[in-house]
């Protein structure tokens, strides 16, 4: 069973960083490729960043670029998002998220729960 | 690519037929998918390539179109149906961006 769990949001000051991590478990992370969506209080989807299943390939959404990094340690099954000079803007339910296949994108079969970003004063 | 849905909500009765269209500024092909999304719950996939079901969405959702032009359809709307729906495109280069949502809710 396909199992994705994110971690490492919470309350931080405009201008302040944040490292979200996902732990994933029940498939070959390696053969996949893994991206982060995001979903602000009350409003849409918001596809954010994607990384290749070898590493070698990310990409960006014009919003976060410049200010995020994905990066993911297939040793340990692990995505990560550090995320840096954040803006309310960015508050958001940060999703990790698994593709169907190893290049960004196919779609995404599996939706880790969310975990809250809250940027604030 | 910008991904326009419609409408942005929509008020049905259960047993109604449903459909929810998603319009590409250009044209993508087959390369939409469709997400159901349920109150404080992720997101789950239904439909990939415009038309391909996915395993665990029941057989009453189906979608089609290619190009520009796409819709979703529910042919027979259920109590456990009510909820946001939005269009993904996965074409060529990022950003994969999604539509605005459609909210289905009970008449």
């Known amino acids: 069973e396909v199992q994705i769990l994110e971690s490492g949001g919470g309350l931080v000051q405009p201008g302040g960083s944040l490292r979200l991590s996902c732990a994933a478990s029940g498939f070959t992370f390696d053969n996949y490729a893994m991206s982060w969506v995001r979903q602000a209080p009350g409003k849409g989807l918001e596809w954010v960043s994607a990384i290749s299943g070898s590493a070698h390939t990310t990409y960006y959404g014009d919003s976060v670029t410049g200010r995020c990094t994905i990066s993911r340690d297939n040793s340990k099954n692990t995505l990560y998002l550090q995320m840096t000079s954040l803006r309310a803007d960015d508050t958001a339910v940060y999703y990790c998220?698994?593709?169907?296949?190893?290049?960004?994108?196919?779609?995404?079969?599996?939706w880790g729960q969310g975990t809250l970003v809250t940027v604030s004063s | 690519i910008q991904m326009t849905q419609s409408p942005s909500s929509l008020s049905a009765s259960v047993g109604d037929r449903v459909t929810i269209t998603c319009r590409a500024s250009?044209?993508?092909?087959?390369?939409v998918n469709w997400y159901q999304q349920k109150p404080g719950k992720a997101p789950t996939v239904l439909i990939s390539e415009a038309s391909t079901l996915q395993s665990g969405a029941p057989s009453r959702f189906s979608g089609s179109g290619s190009g520009t032009d796409f819709t979703l359809t529910i042919s027979s709307l259920q109590t456990e149906d009510f909820a946001t729906y939005y269009c993904?495109?996965?074409?060529?280069?990022?950003?994969?961006?999604f539509g605005q949502g459609t909210k289905v809710e009970i008449k």
């Open positions: 993904q495109h996965s074409y060529s280069t990022p950003p994969w961006t």
């Open positions: 250009e044209g993508i092909g087959r390369y």
């Open positions: 998220v698994k593709d169907q296949s190893s290049w960004p994108t196919d779609f995404f079969d599996s």
